[in-house]
C-alpha cells in the first residue's frame, strides 16, 4: 500500500464522529475483551441498512452492541434486527447499549446460543440483510446458511473479510486467513450472488442475492 493510501484509510476511519452510546458500547467491549466493528465499519453498516430498507436483519456475534446499534440507527422504524451471540455476558451489554441507543425493545430479538446452532432454526428466505461477526472458523457454515436466509435482494455483510491485510497474500496460511480467503472465494463464485470488498475495517465484504 503506497503511503498516501495507508494515510487514506486512516482518514477515512476518523471521519466518523461516534456519540455517547457508541463510545460506551465500544468501552464496555473493550472491558469484556471484544474487538467491535471499527468507526468506519459502523458507519458502512448504517448506511448499508438504510438505503437497503431491510425490514428484517440478522446478526451473528452480537459482542457488545457497536455493531448492533450501527445497524439499528440505519434500518427503519419497524425492522427487527435478530441478534446472536452465545456469550449472556456480551449480550447483556449489548442490550444495554440497544436501550441507551432509544431503541424500543420489541425492534431487537437477543438470541443466546451458538450460530451454527440457531441459524439452521431460522425460516428461509425470511430476511432482508445478514451481518457476520462471530468466530471466524464457522464462516463458511454462516455464509451457506445467509444465502438460505436471505430474500431475493437480500444483502449479505461479512466484517474482517481481509484478516488483517493477510488474506491478499497467498504464503499466509494462518486458519483464519485461509478460512476468509475460500469464503471471498465461495461468495465471488456463487452463481445466486453478486459481490464487492471494501477495504473499510479490516475487510467488509457484501454480496446481494440475486
Ligand atoms: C468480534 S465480536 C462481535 C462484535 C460486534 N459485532 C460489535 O461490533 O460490537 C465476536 C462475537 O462473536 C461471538 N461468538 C463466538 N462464537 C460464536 C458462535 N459460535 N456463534 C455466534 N457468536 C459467536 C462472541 O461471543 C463475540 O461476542
Redesign the pocket.
Known amino acids: 500500500m503506497s503511503a498516501d493510501k495507508s494515510t487514506s484509510w486512516s482518514y477515512t476511519e476518523g471521519l466518523p464522529v461516534e456519540d455517547a452510546v457508541l463510545r460506551r458500547?465500544?468501552e464496555r467491549?473493550h472491558d469484556?475483551g471484544?474487538?467491535?466493528?471499527s468507526p468506519g465499519?459502523?458507519a458502512v453498516l448504517t448506511v448499508l441498512a438504510a438505503t437497503s430498507k431491510a425490514q428484517t436483519a440478522v446478526?451473528?456475534?452480537?459482542?457488545?452492541?457497536?455493531?448492533?446499534?450501527?445497524l439499528l440507527r440505519g434500518l427503519g422504524p419497524k425492522a427487527v434486527l435478530t441478534t446472536?451471540?452465545?456469550?449472556v455476558d456480551?449480550l447483556k451489554a449489548?442490550r444495554e447499549a440497544f436501550t441507551e441507543s432509544g431503541s424500543p425493545a420489541n425492534r431487537t430479538r437477543t438470541i443466546s446460543?451458538?450460530?451454527?446452532?440457531?441459524l439452521p432454526r431460522l425460516t428461509d428466505a425470511a430476511y432482508d440483510l445478514v451481518?457476520i461477526?462471530?468466530?471466524k472458523p464457522?464462516f463458511p457454515d454462516y455464509v451457506e446458511q445467509a444465502i438460505r436466509l436471505l430474500k431475493s435482494g437480500g444483502l449479505l455483510i461479512i466484517?474482517?473479510a481481509l484478516d488483517k491485510d493477510r488474506v491478499s497474500d497467498p504464503a499466509i496460511r494462518e486458519s483464519s486467513t485461509v478460512v476468509l480467503r475460500q469464503v471471498g472465494k465461495l461468495i465471488r463464485e456463487h452463481d445466486s450472488l453478486i459481490s464487492a470488498m471494501l477495504p473499510t475495517g479490516d475487510g467488509l465484504l457484501l454480496a446481494v442475492k440475486r
Open positions: 458500547a465500544r467491549s469484556l471484544l474487538f467491535p466493528v465499519v459502523a446478526e451473528i456475534g452480537t459482542g457488545a452492541g457497536v455493531s448492533g446499534v450501527a446472536i451471540d452465545p456469550d456480551h449489548a446460543g451458538r450460530g451454527q446452532d440457531v451481518f461477526d462471530a468466530d464457522s466484517n474482517d
